[in-house]
């Protein structure tokens, strides 16, 4: 392999779709030999695949535990209220310093935000502490 080469495989990493005459012109040969040298980077391995990466993937979810705080109202006024909320995947009483938790998911840590602002706004939320799921084990 020499530096020809190498310059084609730097090519065709960043843009797996570059078409033999763009490379040619930028290595200074002509099209027939660029193919043949590119079939052989191919023959021989070198080069195994041609792919593609997605510039925006689609972001992974957020899932966070929403520990609750209760002030004037019972948790059996609020469970109703948070269920409606297509985002709150479980709403549990617990005992302890906090009266509710809340599984949620959501897009964006954005989402979540507004989520929480959302759920500490109703009547009856003393308090409202979001904790994100960092990783899971099982």
């Not at 998911?105 to 502490?129: H, K, M, P, S, Y």
């Amino acid at each position: 392999m020499d530096s020809i080469d190498r310059t084609l495989l730097q090519l065709l990493e960043a843009d797996s779709r570059t078409p033999v005459k763009t490379l040619a012109a930028h290595v200074g040969l002509a099209r027939s030999s660029v193919q043949a040298r590119v079939r052989k980077l191919e023959e021989t391995g070198v080069i195994r695949a041609y792919t593609i990466r997605i510039s925006d993937p689609e972001p992974a979810e957020i899932e966070a535990y929403l520990w609750i705080r209760t002030g004037s109202a019972t948790c059996a006024a609020i469970a109703p209220v948070v269920s409606k909320f297509e985002e709150v995947l479980q709403c549990r009483s617990i005992s302890g310093d906090r009266d509710m938790v809340l599984l949620v998911r959501a897009r964006t840590l954005e989402n979540l935000a507004e989520l929480r602002n959302r759920i500490a706004a109703l009547e009856g939320i003393a308090n409202v502490e979001t904790h994100p799921v960092l990783k899971d084990w099982i």
